[in-house]
Structure formats: structure tokens, C-alpha cells
């Protein structure tokens, strides 16, 4: 494939800032990607450079570079692209600059070869999948942490649906629990806001309120609750601070066991500070095999650091998210190393997104587990929900 012409934009994200969006063109296809940000970032994560100088990268060092050259595949371009930065966290010409290129890279040569999105990174992954899987949807409802001015404890409260069979059902589902949620807290509490995802956000200084309010709606059937807790964000000096009282990693573990019994936990993301890598050991040994122990900033998306995670038994899920390690191909790997261990993958957005919908395609794609897309509430994460319910109708007609 040759490309003809690439052009660059400055676009804002769901928090208002700045980010890129990039248009590459080829023959008679023309598509575009644009890149998330996140605001709770891993200390390993790949490195983000300002937009200005993501735009002067992709227009004065990448285009001249790759114009009208012959590239073969999403392969060998991330390779011409990791080159050109030299680097091991993409420093010079940053992650969000290479991971827009390798995204739009990736729909053009989709396109090339008359395949959906979906389509081409199944076949790019080399998906064993005897059947159709669709990711159930991990849907966070309420937002605290750095989401939510801390409002809330933990960062994400989540209600988890779907069985793998289906997306449409359950979309619809989640539009009208949301709907009831609102109601619910609206009649609560005075002062209920929106939080950085989409969810709700309301004052709450005691640790299990916000999942009586979860396990108090009535959804005409059981539910699952899980949680992303983003300890490291709480985590100073040896110590777990929440709502003002401070805690060790052992109080906080038996924190986590008591929720569980109470709310039936399923999903456990973040639990402690990457650091603590003896607690994430420790839990893993204390809960139930079914559940779900989540790595994201302890793993980053890093195929190296899922390797280490996997070898000292701290995880058994984690979280894809491609601009923490910068290129299309890159995140196929950490799937793939993930995959072979039997690790779940949840594919998740960023709290700074945009209409960028590549996620849904990536999760169908690499058959996820689940899905983060964020609360039914902004066109951000509305886009990737849709484009869910879209690819469930490519397939089923």
C-alpha cells in the first residue's frame, strides 16, 4: 500500500483539551483516528508529548518519511514508525503521535483489503476463536478518584453485563439503568455531578455506600458489581489513605474481602499501588479463583511487564489500553501474551476521550472479555457502545 497524503488536526477531547486527530489518505480511501488521554497514568506507561509537538512530529519528521512508500502491513509500518523514534517509551515523537499513526495506518489498510476493522485485526492476531465473542460491558457508573475530585473513595463503581453472545440487549439495558440510577441519586443526595467518564459523581465518605446504592437497584435480575479502585492514586509512605483515615496493604486487603462477601465483587482492577506488587500476590492467593484480580498500571499494556505480572502470579486480567504502550502492534503482542497465560483482556478507553470509536473494533477483534467504554452520558463513550451494536449487526445481519 502507498500513502498519498496525511494531514493533521487539532481537536478537543471529552475533558476539553487538546489532542490530534490525523487523516490519511491512499488511492481512493480516506479515513482518521484521534487519540484519548489519560488523567490516572502508570509510572511505566509510554510517554505523551505536548500536541504542538505531535503535530510538528507527524508533519515535519513521520510524512516525509512515509509518503508514496510501499508498506506492506500495520507491521511493518509500527516498525518504520518505532524507528524513527529511537527510543523505549516513545519519548521523541510521543505515544499519542505514533499510536494515531499506527490506528489510522491500520483502518486504511482495513480498507485496502475490503475487511471491516474488526475483521482485519482478528485475522492480524491470528484469533483462535471457534465462535463469535462479544465483550461484556464493564460499565463504570460512578465516578470517584481523580474521575470524580474524589467524591468517591475508589475510582470506578461498575455494574457488569452481558454473556459474551450479545451487545444489543444489553446496551439497551444499560441505558435504562442509568436512566433509574440518576432518579435514585437525585432524590438522595443535593448535589449530584458528572464525573470525568460520564458517571455520576456525588459526596460519600463511607466506603460501602456506593455499592448499596448499586446492589439497591432493581435490575429483574441478579447483577455484577466491579470496581477500579487506582490505589496507587490513595498511596503514599507505605500507606492506603481513604476519606482521611489511613491504612495498611493488610487493612486494606481485609477491606476488599469484606466488600466482596457483602457486594460479591467480580472485578477487582488496581486494588494496590503498583509498587505493592506482595498485595496484588496476596490477594490473588485470597480470592476466589473466578474472580477477577485486574492489572492497568501495574502492567501498562507492556507486553514485558504482563510477562513479569504473569510470572509472579499478581493478576489474572488486564486492561488494553493502546496508548500506554503507543503502537497497534504492540498492543496485539500484550493481548497475545496475555491470551497464551489465560489472562481475561478488558479493552479500555481513557478518561480524556474522543469519537473515536477503534476500541469497540479492537475488543471484538482480539475476542475481550470485557469492554471499559465509560457511563452512557457523553457522545465519546456513546460512539463506542454504537459501534458495538454496529459490528453485532455486521455479524448477525
Known amino acids: 500500500m502507498k500513502i498519498d497524503s ?52 507527524i508533519e515535519k519528521i513521520i510524512t516525509p518519511q512515509i509518503v508514496l512508500r510501499e508498506i506492506s502491513d500495520i507491521y511493518e509500518f509500527d516498525k518504520i514508525l518505532l524507528n524513527l523514534d529511537g527510543t523505549e517509551n516513545k519519548s521523541n515523537l510521543g505515544a499519542n503521535t505514533i499510536l494515531a499513526m499506527s490506528i489510522v495506518f491500520l483502518r486504511l489498510e482495513a480498507k485496502a483489503k475490503g475487511e471491516s476493522l474488526w475483521e482485519c485485526i482478528r485475522d492480524l492476531s491470528n484469533s483462535t476463536i471457534q465462535e463469535m465473542v462479544f465483550p461484556r460491558l464493564f460499565v463504570n457508573l460512578l465516578n470517584g478518584g481523580v474521575h470524580g475530585n474524589f467524591n468517591l473513595p475508589f475510582q470506578e463503581y461498575m455494574l457488569i453485563l452481558g454473556d459474551g ?21 437525585k432524590e438522595k443526595f443535593d448535589d449530584v455531578q458528572m464525573g470525568d467518564e460520564g458517571g455520576y459523581s456525588f459526596k460519600s465518605t463511607g466506603i460501602e455506600e456506593p455499592f448499596e446504592i448499586l446492589k439497591d437497584l432493581d435490575l429483574g435480575g441478579p447483577s455484577e458489581i466491579g470496581i477500579d479502585v487506582a490505589a496507587g492514586e490513595f498511596y503514599k509512605d507505605g500507606v492506603y489513605e481513604i476519606a482521611d483515615k489511613k491504612y495498611s496493604s493488610e487493612e486494606l486487603l481485609e477491606i476488599y474481602k469484606k466488600l466482596n462477601e457483602k457486594f460479591n465483587l467480580v472485578s477487582i482492577e488496581g486494588p494496590f499501588a503498583e509498587k505493592d506488587t506482595i498485595s496484588f500476590a496476596k490477594i490473588m492467593k485470597e480470592f476466589d479463583r473466578d474472580d477477577l484480580i485486574v492489572g492497568d498500571d501495574l502492567t501498562t499494556t507492556n507486553p514485558e511487564t504482563i510477562k513479569k505480572a504473569i510470572e509472579e502470579k499478581l493478576v489474572n486480567a488486564v486492561i488494553i489500553k493502546p496508548n500506554q504502550i503507543g503502537t497497534v502492534s504492540e498492543t496485539l503482542e500484550a493481548v497475545r501474551v496475555a491470551k497464551e497465560s489465560n489472562l481475561k483482556i478488558i479493552v479500555s478507553h481513557r478518561s480524556g476521550e474522543t469519537m473515536d470509536s477503534f476500541i469497540a473494533d479492537l475488543a471484538v477483534g482480539v475476542g475481550a472479555y470485557g469492554i471499559k467504554a465509560g457511563a452512557p452520558s457523553q457522545p465519546e463513550r456513546m460512539v463506542k457502545y454504537e459501534r458495538l451494536v454496529e459490528i453485532e449487526r455486521e455479524v448477525k445481519g
Not at 483539551?17 to 488521554?37: C, N, Q, R, W
Not at 453472545?165 to 435514585?184: M, Y
Request: glycine share 6%.
Open 165 to 185: 453472545s450479545s451487545v444489543v440487549d444489553f446496551f439497551n439495558k444499560l441505558q435504562e439503568i442509568f436512566e433509574k440510577l440518576g432518579v435514585v441519586l
Open 6 to 57: 496525511i494531514k493533521v488536526n487539532k481537536i478537543k477531547n471529552s475533558r476539553g483539551e487538546d489532542t490530534i486527530e490525523v487523516e490519511m489518505s491512499a488511492g481512493l480511501f480516506s479515513v482518521k483516528a484521534s487519540i484519548p488521554s489519560g488523567k490516572s497514568r502508570g509510572l511505566n506507561e509510554a510517554v505523551v508529548v505536548d500536541v504542538d509537538k505531535a503535530i510538528d512530529n
